[in-house]
């Protein structure tokens, strides 16, 4: 999936839908007053009138609603919503399960059609015109589709290009319709005992799950914890990041939609008050984050107090090896899909590139020249690859850390500067232009810490051993990648890197059969793929005798 966005970041879409027919055509002109919290089936607002905080549109700089974080008595009726949900879907079979959450994939994927157009369809419904993927002209009014409301939804929040918000949208309805599909599987093991007698497991839930996401992909965080939570039986109450809290709410009325109990799936926005009080709650049974190191040890320690199991994806520094023989051009397209995605904000990227010193002239003149192509602009337009970050705060973070490079002496080679659009409506935003920083060494600060921003920076190396030697002098392993024309080297680099997700000649594709988590600091536990029902459920042993009870009394 990621592959294609691989080639359609180096040159636009061959066919963009008209702008005409999406309901947002430009960033600035939405406006959100609807309440951002559900529990127990619906939107709810939280009465706490106190500590409303602004949330801005990346793009424009606006104030795009006030959040309204909920105190201990919300959390607690999101909490108790989802033991009411959990009573009824734990003893639903996987089967009854699956047939609900494939019914949300489906509504993610369907046509969201507004009320006034519902009421027209009822009188004549015909379908006149298929406008491509996201949109449909029917009986004269224009019905757009779930999956493209989403994604806007997700760019005005976050500030990712559209073509990467389309892609998580996919993403979250996949990892929906994979764990669906495993839902009627979850088994235990019958084990024969001596004298007839016998034991036999239940893969059993574990109750309320605790989620909390981070800002960088808002709708798939969300659909990554709950849906192999879901099919295990469990409900959830979700705390989205503060800075992007939009989204959440519209996969818990997905869910809704699709038969889902009352409360199975809630969501309760908030910062760091919220999140404790979430993971401290005695009837949450576990708690599953995305975000920073620093923050995941607290989760880790408040989780520690209930003897609650974690789910942590947490932050890399992730290594990026290209050796002499790798093609270079899918090692350029994989290095700029291992910085530049998301405006660089992705937990696994590659950004410590070690090129092999045969190839680092031409690898880098490559980099750059692409680099510098990146068209940065309105996150809603087709065209754009590099949309805004996620807050004004976080885009000088990460230009301070540009400046910190200078400093220590490396040379920046192309970006690391705000940008300002044309466009007036844009000039509050939230730019930059990408950055490829060379010269550098492994003791400077843009080398050993995660900037979260779109900075690559590039060093060189000239021997195996040295490269897996500094690859992995880092306290994070959460992913590594390797370029090579040499299977042997391929396989026997991957195995001593020390990273959870490793890519042999491409970077940060995250296809949700197979497991994603980091080793070291980078977490605990793993999202996506068949293992994760085992960080969503617990084991019973059952022993049943058959003879008489061999007392020693
Ligand atoms: N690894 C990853 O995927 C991500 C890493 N980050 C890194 O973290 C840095 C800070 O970004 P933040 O959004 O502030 O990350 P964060 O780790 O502070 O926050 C992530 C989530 O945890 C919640 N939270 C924060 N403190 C909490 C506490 N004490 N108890 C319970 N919940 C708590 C937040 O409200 C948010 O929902 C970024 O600059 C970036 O370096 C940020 C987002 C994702």
Known sequence: MLQSLALSLLRPPASPVPAAVRCVSSSGSVKITVPLNFWAGERRTSPVKYNKEN?????TGRVLCQLEPCGST???????AAKTAFDHWSRMSGMERARIMIQAAHIIEALAAPLTLKNELKQKPRVLVDLGCHCLLICGFIAQRRR???AEME???????ITEARLDVDSARLCIEFYAGLASTLAGQHVQLPGGSFAYTRREPLGVCAGIGAWNYPFQIAAWKSAPALACGNSMVFKPSPVTPVTAVMLAEVYAEAGAPEGLFNVVQGGQETGGLLCRHPDVAKVSFTGSVPTGKKIMEMASEGVKPVTLELGGKSPLLIFEDADMENAVRGALMANFLSQGQVCSNGTRVFVHKEILPKFVEEVVKRTRAIEIGDPLQESTRMGALVSRPHLEKVLSFVDQAKQEGATVLCGGEPFV??????RGGYYMTPCVLADCTDEMTCVKEEIFGPVMSVLSFESEDEALQRANDTTMGLAAGVFTRDVTRAHRVVERLKAGSCFINNYNITPVEVPFGGFK???IGRENGQVTVEHYSQLKTVFVEMGDVDSLF
């Open 421 to 426: 659009p044309a466009d007036p409506q844009l």
């Open 155 to 161: 760019v005005i929040d976050n500030g990712k290009s």
């Open 55 to 59: 949330v801005y549109e990346p793009a």
């Open 521 to 523: 600091t980078s977490g």
């Open 74 to 80: 919300e959390v607690h009726k999101a909490v108790e």
């Open 148 to 150: 493209e409301e989403i």
